[in-house]
């Protein structure tokens, strides 16, 4: 399962900045599209169409927004079915100035079905566009897709595991970990020499059955929480995907804070909760802004080949 590219999305978006015009002219939605990929810079739509295979991944439903002051809110609604269709996701971002919004929709654990599928552009609570598009098996002019492989080991990595708290996932070779903090957390980073690692990757371990016996949801509040207290933090976004076959709720956020060189720059934070049984874990993957986008595939590679299995504590 694709991580949602809006990880890179949204966050270039308003980390960046939009570029507020002090124009009259009115706020407005338009160009909406459908791709599979989005420009990292312009968060332009790549390649749009309205028709995608059965195999796709992670789509991107894509708007271009102008001239929105501050607090504007833009939100896309999404459904499936020809004749009575139902929700399926929505999401929603709080933004101003001018650029593209891009949206994602994550396939379901058994994969698209077949069928046409709409988003709803929402500026505030008023509609302003409509796109329809198509999940088939063959798309026009090509054969049949062949069946997905097994997956195998990738190259360039290697499988981390604990089987104490029960999951594992592939870790870039070139990477090492420690143990940190009185919990005994784990930190994932890359050489020094290299921007990978300047990234920080934590998972924490968290046995519900001890005091304060928390539950996920209270976890997740916590480290919001704890990051908006930051100077100048902000929480770009809550939602949730699948990770390890589960519903795993995350937030984006963004803050000051130092880089090695002891110098003060934007930072990009992601933080997912995973539950596995009695053991919450906590993911997280920060990292210098322009790093943090340059690496995320990285960070998306270890989230899909993450597995849980029964934890033995």
Same mark, same amino acid.
Request: aromatic content about 8%; proline content about 5%; hydrophobic content about 35%.
């Given at each position: 399962m694709r991580l949602p590219i809006l990880f890179v999305c949204f966050l270039c978006f308003?980390?960046?900045?939009?570029?507020?015009?002090?124009?009259?002219?009115?706020t407005s939605l338009?160009?909406?599209a459908m791709s599979e990929k989005v420009d990292p810079v312009s968060m332009a739509p790549v390649d749009p169409t309205d028709t995608f295979r059965v195999t796709a991944g992670t789509l991107q439903a894509t708007i271009k927004l102008s001239n929105a002051p501050a607090d504007t809110t833009v939100s896309a609604l999404f459904y499936y079915g020809e004749n009575e269709k139902r929700e399926i996701a929505r999401d929603a971002i709080v933004t101003n100035g001018s650029g593209y919004l891009s949206f994602s929709l994550n396939p379901p654990e058994s994969g698209w079905p077949l069928g046409r599928y709409q988003v709803e552009f929402y500026l505030g609570k008023e509609l302003k566009e409509t796109l329809s598009f198509y999940i088939k098996d063959t798309l026009p002019g090509t054969a049949k897709p062949p069946a997905i492989p097994a997956v195998q080991d990738s190259p360039g990595y290697r499988m981390f595991e604990d089987k104490q708290f029960g999951f594992r996932f592939e870790l870039p070779d070139t990477w090492n970990f420690k143990v940190i903090g009185k919990n005994s957390d784990y930190l994932f980073q890359g050489p020094q020499e290299v921007d990978e690692g300047k990234i920080v990757v934590i998972v924490q371990m968290i046995d519900t059955r001890l005091p304060p016996k928390s539950t996920l949801d209270d976890e997740m509040e916590n480290q919001i929480n704890m990051i908006s207290q930051r100077d100048g933090a902000q929480i770009v976004k809550k939602s949730v995907f699948q990770v390890a076959g589960k519903s795993a709720p995350f937030f984006l956020a963004t803050y000051p804070a130092n880089n090695r060189q002891d110098e003060r720059?934007?930072?990009?934070?992601?933080?997912?909760g995973l539950q596995n049984g009695p053991i919450i874990l906590l993911i997280s993957y920060a990292a210098p802004r !322009?790093?943090? @986008?340059?690496?995320? !595939?990285?960070? @998306?590679?270890?989230?899909d080949s993450f597995r849980l299995s029964p934890p033995e504590v």
């Open positions: 308003l980390v960046i900045g939009c570029d507020s015009s002090g124009s009259n002219e009115p338009n160009s909406p720059v934007a930072w990009g934070h992601t933080q997912l !322009d790093v943090y @986008q340059s690496k995320v !595939d990285l960070f @998306q590679h270890m989230m």
